[in-house]
C-alpha cells in the first residue's frame, strides 16, 4: 500500500514531535520531513514534494497565510492548517480556506489521553481527506486506527434534555438539515449566499474546531442575504436565518410548541466527529418529519448517511451533492448507497431546488 507522504511545518520543536508521533501511528501514512518555518520548507518541497502539508499560520520569517499563497500558485499542494484554539488563529484560519487550505484542526494538547486520542483521529482523518481530494489522485486504502469506543447517534440523542415522548404540534413551518466536512466550507458559503431571506430555517453541522466556527458563521452573516450564526442552546430556528453548530459541540433540532429550536450538548464522537451529521440529521428525523429537507454535501467518510436515511423514512426530502462538485465524495456516496437520498445534484444546482421544493417558488421568482 502506498503511504500518504506528509511534511508538518511549525515553528515548535515540541508540536513537530506531537504531530509526526500522531500521523505514524497510521499504517496509511509516514512523515517524510519536518521544517520550522515555509523558508526551510520550500527548499525540501522542492527536492521531495509531499502529498499532503499540515501547516502553523503564524511562524517566524514568513507567515502561514503568505506562504499558503505562494504554494498554491506554485505546487498546489492540499494544506491542511493546524492551528491554536485563539480567536485570533480562528480569523486567520478562514482567510486560509478563502485561499486553498483544504481543512482545519485543532493543535493536540497532552492534557488528557481523551483529547489526544481525539485528536489522533481528526488529524489522521484530515490528512487522509486531503490526499484523496487532490486531483487525479490514485485511491488508496484509507484504514482507520482504532482508538476509542464507538459510539452511535442514539447515545448522544440519550443526553438529550429533550429524550421524552414528545407530541408534534401541527406546523408549516419547514426547516432545512445540511451536513458537510471536507470542502464543505466553500459549498454552505454557495448555499447559503444563494438563499433569500424569506428562506425557511437551515441547521448546519461542517466537521470544524471550536472557535473556528464563530468567525466563519461571522464571515457567511456578513455575506449573505439572511442571517447567519454559531448556533447557542435554546435558539429559535426562524426563516432567514442559519445556524451552524459550535465546533466540538453536537447540535440538536428540538421543537418548543409549534417552533424549532435547537440543542448543543456535549457528547462522545460519533462517526469520529464532534458535531456529527448523524446527530443533527437524526434529531430532524426525530422533531420535524416531513416538514424538513436533508442536504449532505461534500466530506470524507459516512456521517449523516444514516441519519439521512432517517429523516427519509420520516417523510423529509433528501438531496445528496453530486460526485462532480464535490472535492470528497465519500459522505454523499454512503447515503446514495444507503439508498436515503430522493434526489442527486450538483451543489450549484441545490439551492433553488430545494426552495422551490419547500415553497413553492423559485429564487428570484417570487
Known amino acids: 500500500m502506498k503511504k500518504i507522504k506528509v511534511m508538518i511545518i511549525d515553528d515548535s520543536a515540541l508540536v513537530r514531535q506531537t504531530l509526526a508521533g500522531i500521523l505514524n501511528t497510521d499504517p496509511a501514512i509516514q512523515v517524510i520531513a519536518t521544517a520550522a518555518d515555509p523558508i526551510f520548507a520550500a527548499r525540501k518541497i522542492v527536492k521531495e514534494p509531499p502529498d499532503v502539508i499540515t501547516l502553523d499560520l503564524e511562524m517566524p520569517r514568513m507567515n502561514g497565510l503568505t506562504f499558503l499563497k505562494k504554494l498554491m500558485s506554485q505546487f498546489p499542494i492540499p494544506v491542511i492548517i493546524i492551528s491554536s484554539l485563539t480567536a485570533k488563529s480562528a480569523e486567520l484560519t478562514i482567510k486560509a480556506l478563502e485561499y486553498g487550505a483544504m481543512d482545519i484542526v485543532s493543535k493536540p494538547e497532552l492534557a488528557t489521553q481523551e483529547f489526544f486520542e481525539e485528536s489522533q483521529i481528526r488529524i489522521c482523518d484530515a490528512v487522509k481527506a486531503a490526499a484523496v481530494a487532490k486531483i487525479n489522485r490514485k485511491k488508496i486504502n484509507l484504514e482507520k486506527p482504532v482508538l476509542s469506543p464507538k459510539y452511535s447517534a442514539d447515545h448522544v440523542l440519550s443526553l438529550s434534555k429533550s429524550n421524552s415522548s ?57 455575506i449573505c442575504r439572511i442571517t447567519v450564526k454559531e448556533g447557542k442552546d435554546g435558539e429559535i430556528i426562524t426563516p432567514g436565518k442559519a445556524v451552524i453548530a459550535p465546533g466540538n459541540k453536537h447540535l440538536l ?114
Not at 444507503?338 to 433553488?352: R, S, Y
Open 253 to 366: 433540532l428540538r421543537r418548543t410548541g409549534a417552533k424549532y429550536c435547537v440543542e448543543v450538548n456535549d457528547g462522545p464522537l460519533v462517526n469520529r466527529h464532534r458535531p456529527s451529521v448523524d446527530v443533527l440529521f437524526r434529531s430532524a428525523a426525530k422533531f420535524a418529519g416531513q416538514n424538513a429537507a436533508g442536504i449532505i454535501m461534500t466530506g470524507m467518510g459516512d456521517d449523516g448517511a444514516k441519519g439521512l436515511f432517517e429523516m427519509n423514512q420520516t417523510g423529509a426530502y433528501t438531496i445528496a451533492q453530486d460526485e462532480k462538485s464535490c472535492i470528497v465524495f465519500g459522505m454523499p456516496k454512503a447515503a446514495i448507497n444507503l439508498k436515503a437520498v430522493d434526489i442527486v445534484l450538483p451543489l450549484e444546482k441545490i439551492p433553488d431546488h430545494v426552495y422551490q421544493k419547500l415553497t413553492g417558488k423559485r429564487i428570484g421568482y417570487q
Open 166 to 222: 414528545t407530541t408534534i404540534k401541527e406546523t408549516t413551518d419547514k426547516v432545512i438539515a445540511v451536513g458537510a466536512s471536507t470542502g464543505g466550507t466553500d459549498a454552505i458559503q454557495l448555499f447559503l449566499e444563494t438563499m433569500p431571506p424569506d428562506c425557511p430555517g437551515i441547521v448546519i453541522v461542517q466537521h470544524m474546531p471550536e472557535f473556528f466556527t464563530k468567525s466563519f458563521a461571522d464571515r457567511l452573516n456578513s
